[in-house]
DNA sequence: CAACTTTTGATTGACCGTCGGCAGAACTCC
DNA sequence: GGAGTTCTGCCGACGGTCAATCAAAAGTTG
């Protein structure tokens, strides 16, 4: 009995309405839109002069003809301007100008201590940038947004750091302000694990509404997308898996105090602290990844009992979440199946068939590029909207 | 440098839209609506007159003079219309008529075993609904909407329960077809915990978006509301906390097939058994409850254990979801102040201060009636959102 | 190649909603 | 009680959307 609300009214759809029908980038004729918005022909041919006069839509062909002249079709066209996507995370910043899909033009992999504050690193970060837009043959105008993410946790809101554990000097720090007046634009910042989680959304499974994203590195975490938006919860502290107990996990102590939290029994850290107790020399997650991939079996063991360690809480996200993919993504990600095999035989043993039946649990796709990915999709985002289209186009 | 989106878009406020300023119950005068909305006096005139005329809206009295003439006032009138509530359990169902501000007119409290199939149940539904609008002094034209809490999970887009354990017949019924032709008004169904949910954040914290609200009873469930909306996840199941597994909990066995399970640790009827193996004579939940306001110790001591694993995967749910309240329900939780001094034991100390700085954990104070009003809110809501309003005044 | 079909772009008048001003009503202040 | 202030209902002006129309363009079909 769920009646059709939108029966009679007229809903205005102004020229930034009609943008996101064509978002997707299918092509499109002026009938088609006529058709799907309930606009006269007139109407939509004026919204479409304006979004091709602005670049954002631009001529894609003709369709086949029906008997008749075959009409222009017209689609979203990336190009038109450009974003920069910044992935911070501990030691090292990965920047990337992108178009407004997300496709990446130039990419950049530098060291970068994060611990060097904020005013070091922004200012590195605008430079960098400034530089990656030239390199991408772009004007320095077409660069619209920035897109920000950050290891650890952040008012989304205002884009400032709370309380994160490992960037000294960042608490409450003006990230937008800062990076704004150097580069003249709008600047969205996030958790990174946040910024993944949209990455993965955004270029690999736009059709899924319920998603969970979890980094597996030197610590835990993990991004919500929960009827398709980002969830940050209310101190944007939402997806801190790393300390939660596990269940029927080693009392391990954790650098939260607490005792048998999973980032203390099952993140990259703590695979190579127990590989080095079994007298093998691993000093960081990409070593137990090297160690898996080069075919040592002590190590591809402890990958796979991590993995367990990791479905026992992830198990639990299920029950409570319902999501219907599970992306597992970070350093550790890379050491092949056996993370995964430890997942999945944890999650679907301990978790209800209603939930599990059409779940998918995978690795990321993205190889690295997840935080880039999302950070461009946040920066992008921002510019597209419907309200933001309306506004720039007056 | 986030930018204000809305400057310079000439919002189209419909009279819907502008309802929805009223919602709140304060009374305003045109001169305040027309400041808010930024819309000519004339036309925020235009629309509250229609508003009146529909009856939802009516004149509050005058508001003092600055100086001049006074003006006059309106606010939001919930008793314009009537929705009916059905909360439904396992062996008995709770209906209420109610305003569309989700104040009981009339109560009604029956036993009703949900296992006699959907056909007997609804039919009775729909015969105790009518006389209740009656005996509420209501014309039947006066129901608007209809709202239905059902004990297991439901699809909430078609109405339509999804393989519930204990509702044998329910299966893919057609609950708001069912319903719908019998008392001729748009039905919402979803899970009574979802339900209990909403009621708990429409009746008593409109103001907090993040609130998880938990039902202690036979059997263990959560409703999960996130930025101000239930959220069900991809199949409806979202909020299933009866079958994680418990850390550090005793390894009992679930009839869900495993072990360790929430529900088969802590929920009433564990407690039950575990009080009976001590040679206590309980039944079922509510004997637990009694037991424990007659000052036996053991119970009390059961509850506040069954607190402790409960608050054991309540942490998981504040790492994972970080909300700002979390409501204890269901019958267990009237046991008094030792299931929830459990619950806080371990949630603070279990989870990090980020996630706890401004954490309230509460019991309901709804008396049980956080079912009918949850399913007044949804059923109101579904009447009075902004397009509602629009098309039925269209 | 001619006849027909369909799209495009431009123009037009009708319609509707919003805006701002104006006159009258209602109240306060002196 | 009069002057000033503020609210209310009414009216014409303005602007955007719509449907209709037309001519030109660019195809298809026979």
């Given amino acids: 009995m769920t009646e059709e609300l939108t029966r009679g009214v007229p809903r205005p759809t102004g020229a930034g309405e009609l943008f996101q029908l064509l978002r997707d980038g299918r092509p499109r004729t002026r009938a088609d839109l006529a058709a799907v918005t309930g606009q006269a022909r007139s109407t939509v041919a004026a919204r479409v002069d304006l979004l091709l006069s602005s670049g954002l839509v631009a001529p894609a062909g003709e369709a086949a003809s029906t008997g008749g002249r075959p009409p222009v079709t017209f689609a979203f066209n990336p190009r038109a301007r450009a974003v920069l996507a910044v992935d911070l995370g501990a ?39 400034t530089e990656l837009v030239r390199e991408a043959g772009r004007e320095p105008t077409d660069l619209v947004s920035v897109g920000v993410g950050l290891p650890g946790p952040v008012d989304h809101g205002t884009g400032r750091p709370t309380n994160p554990p490992i960037m000294p000097g960042w608490d409450d720090a003006d990230v937008p302000g800062h990076l704004g007046r150097l580069l003249g634009v709008p600047v969205l910042v996030d958790n990174d694990v946040n910024v993944m989680a949209l990455g993965e959304h955004a270029s690999t499974y736009p059709e899924v509404d319920h998603l969970l994203f979890i980094k597996v590195a030197t610590g835990i975490g993990a991004g919500i997308i929960s009827d398709g938006q980002i969830r940050r919860g209310a101190q944007g502290a939402a997806g801190d898996l790393g300390h ?20 203390a029994v099952a993140s990259g850290s703590a695979i190579a602290t127990a590989l080095r107790s079994e007298g093998l020399e691993v000093a960081s997650s990409s070593e137990v990844v090297a160690l898996v991939r080069a075919g040592n079996l002590a190590a591809s063991r402890a990958v796979r009992e991590a993995g367990r360690d990791i479905g026992g809480v992830l198990a639990a996200c299920v029950s409570l979440l319902n999501p219907s993919l599970i992306v597992v993504g970070g350093v550790v990600a890379e050491a092949g199946e056996h993370l995964l095999a430890g997942i999945r035989e944890v999650v679907y043993r301990r978790s209800l068939p209603l939930a599990t039946q059409h779940l998918r649990i995978v690795t990321t796709r993205t190889k690295g590029r997840a935080g880039v990915l999302g950070a461009s999709a946040m920066a992008a985002e921002h510019v597209l909207s419907s309200a933001a289209i309306d506004a720039s186009l007056g």
Avoid: K
């Fill in 91 to 129: 030691t090292h910043a990965r920047l990337a100008v992108t178009d407004l899909a997300g496709q990446v033009l130039v990419e950049h992999h530098q060291p970068l201590a994060i611990a060097e504050g904020p005013d070091v690193v922004l200012d590195r970060v605008a430079r960098v940038g």
């Fill in 244 to 263: 939660i107990a596990v269940p029927g996990g080693r009392d391990l102590p954790c650098r939260c105090g607490n005792t048998g939290c999973l980032e």
